[in-house]
């Protein structure tokens, strides 16, 4: 059988796994019918496989394990390891490398210990839409430009935010690009990106282009 291109969440569903969570205590500076606006971000909000973005390390792997199992503490060890092993098996599309078992029992027994006095590290987000809005991609990134850009400044996290959106409407990522969306110069993005999102520019595209070829491949 062939690595899937598209993830199989059929067990993620059948077993009502829980991968998204809405933020608990922080407070949405503005609500609008397609969802929230956080003008200091929050970074309570969790949303697994929103992108077409593979798990492709192992930090990336223990942090989306230890991620699934702070939003799913109900889960018996069993349970969980049945979880894991889905996700690491390569034919259901979550991840690009092969995991050996010893080290993701190894890995296993370490989050299993974690009692979570804090919640997992994630990137901060501003701006979250409703599931079922009906809004297309470019609907959204068209919030995303106005909402961003209205102070004419911008940091990581905007940067992040119009990355993300870019993506979704499968445009390349670039600085030029980011720039025009939030409404500010390519010097100000080139100012204020730090290493992490050049990197996640750098993944995003790439996914980007292996879902391009993936379809080409699949054309008869």
Do not use: C
């Not at 969440?9 to 933020?23: F, S």
């Not at 971000?41 to 390390?57: A, D, H, M, P």
């Not at 996700?87 to 599309?93: K, S, V, Y």
């Not at 027994?109 to 997992?120: K, T, V, Y």
Request: hydrophobic residues 35%; proline residues 2%.
């Amino acid at each position: 059988m062939g690595l899937m291109s598209q993830r199989n969440m059929d067990y993620i569903h059948d077993n009502r796994i829980v991968y998204k969570r809405m933020p608990v205590n922080d407070i949405p500076t503005e609500t609008h019918e397609w969802g929230w606006y956080y003008e200091d971000g929050t970074r309570e909000f969790y949303s697994l496989f929103n992108t077409t973005v593979k798990i492709n390390s192992y930090r990336s792997l223990k942090w989306h394990l230890i991620v699934l199992r702070y939003l799913n503490m109900d889960l018996s060890p069993q349970k969980f390891y049945s979880l894991a092993e889905h996700i690491i098996d390569q034919n259901n599309g979550f991840i690009t490398f092969s995991v050996d078992s010893s080290f993701l029992h190894n890995i296993l027994a370490e989050i299993l210990d974690i009692e979570f006095s804090f919640s997992p590290n994630t990137k901060i987000r501003k701006i979250i839409f409703k599931d079922g809005t009906g809004l297309t991609a470019r609907e959204k990134l068209k919030i995303v430009g106005s909402i961003i850009g209205r102070n004419k400044i911008v940091n990581n996290v905007d940067i992040y935010e119009g990355m993300l959106y870019l993506h979704e409407q499968n445009k390349k990522i670039t600085m030029n690009a980011i720039a025009q969306l939030l409404g500010v110069s390519e010097r100000s993005v080139y100012r204020n990106i730090d290493d992490d999102l050049k990197k996640e520019k750098k993944i995003l595209n790439e996914a980007l282009q292996q879902n391009k070829l993936r379809k080409i491949q699949a054309r008869p």
